[in-house]
């Protein structure tokens, strides 16, 4: 006994230097992968040199649902997707990918920043990751080849590719049309082939692709802003000491917050590239688009804590 505690004390957990391996979709100039790189700087100066984080940008280590699940075992130690592939995994986290459930960047601001983030974060615990925090991601609004989105009937059949989500697959198809989910490594060869008709994303997703060379009508749906999130494995926490978990997660809201700043300019960054080379932005009514979401609702929004969850949501002002 005596010796198994001698020898704990002598290798505290905080201890363990440790490279962690953060896993992004994103190219390396990408705000998130920027913030990835400003959160690996706080932590290995607040470690003292003792922890790194290695950041694979460009789906180094695989796409979304692939990385996803290696975090979930522990293969991955940190991820940053976007909420929508997680909807399968955290149900709770599908929420804020909800269809015109915020209102405007301020509301999701709000609600993300509060307490019902801190919630949804920890939402993310019982299912093997840690919510670290959330990053920006804008509205994301379809963009098309041929002929463009002015109407909900001129989505009627047209093939769109979705993330890997349910509740993707569903928005698209209450609209209409046919949902095509793929990786997202795979839609840029998916549109120039014609093998889909279009797809949907933010702004910077549309630039930062080339998307805008083949699908030349983005039409501002701006149906959902499902944010970006950061996530440890759990097994990589088990493994941190509290002061090391703290300085994570402190680190983490740090790094959404210098994320932020570089997302704006990044957003306008990219409407100026893509209206220079010739996309064309299409103003829609949205209330249509609204209105056809009512089966998205009713398949996800089903138990007591999700509605109520939504409800709150909706009552932030
Ligand atoms: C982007 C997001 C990625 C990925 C991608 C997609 O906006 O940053 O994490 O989810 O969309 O459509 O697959």
């Known amino acids: 006994m005596a010796f198994v505690a001698a020898v704990a004390l002598l290798s505290p957990a905080s201890a363990v230097a440790r490279e962690f391996r953060a896993a992004d979709t994103q190219s390396a100039d990408y705000p998130t992968v920027q913030a990835l790189e400003f959160l690996g700087r706080l932590v290995?100066?607040?470690?003292?040199?003792?922890?790194?984080?290695?950041?694979?940008?460009?789906r180094q280590l695989g796409e979304e649902k692939e990385t996803i699940e290696q975090t979930r075992v522990g293969a991955i130690d940190l991820n940053r997707s976007n909420v929508a592939p997680f909807s399968g995994v955290v149900p709770t986290a599908a929420v804020t990918a909800l269809p015109f459930l915020f209102r405007s960047p301020e509301h999701l601001h709000r609600v993300l920043d509060g307490p019902i983030g801190a919630e949804i974060l920890a939402a993310f615990e019982p299912h093997g990751f840690i919510g670290l925090c959330f990053y920006d991601s804008g509205a994301r609004s379809f963009y098309t080849r041929g002929q463009a989105i002015r109407t909900v009937a001129d989505l009627k059949g047209r093939r769109i590719r979705v993330q890997q989500s349910d509740q993707m697959v569903a928005l698209v198809q209450a609209l209409g049309a046919v949902a095509v989910p793929l990786p997202y490594g795979q839609v840029g060869t998916a549109l120039g082939t014609g093998i889909i008709?279009?797809?949907?994303?933010?702004?910077?997703?549309?630039?930062?692709?080339?998307?805008?060379?083949?699908?030349?009508s983005y039409t501002l749906t701006e149906h959902t802003m499902s944010p970006e999130v950061l996530v440890m494995s759990k097994k990589a926490w088990d493994e941190l000491s509290g002061p090391d978990r703290a300085m994570f997660r402190q680190a983490a809201a740090e790094s959404a917050g210098y994320m932020?700043?570089?997302?704006?300019?990044r957003e306008q960054d990219a409407i100026a590239a893509v209206t220079?080379?010739?996309?064309?932005?299409?103003?829609?009514?949205?209330?249509?688009?609204?209105?056809?979401?009512?089966?998205?609702?009713?398949?996800?929004?089903?138990?007591?804590?999700?509605?109520?969850?939504?409800?709150?949501?909706?009552?932030?002002?």
């Open 197 to 216: 008709d279009g797809a949907e994303n933010n702004w910077p997703s549309y630039f930062e692709t080339g998307h805008f060379r083949y699908a030349k």
């Open 260 to 265: 932020r700043k570089l997302w704006q300019a």
């Open 44 to 58: 290995a100066e607040r470690s003292g040199g003792r922890h790194s984080v290695r950041v694979f940008h460009s």
């Open 276 to 317: 220079k080379a010739g996309a064309s932005v299409i103003e829609v009514d949205k209330q249509p688009f609204i209105d056809a979401m009512t089966p998205v609702y009713d398949r996800f929004v089903v138990s007591p804590e999700t509605r109520d969850l939504v409800r709150r949501i909706q009552a932030v002002p």
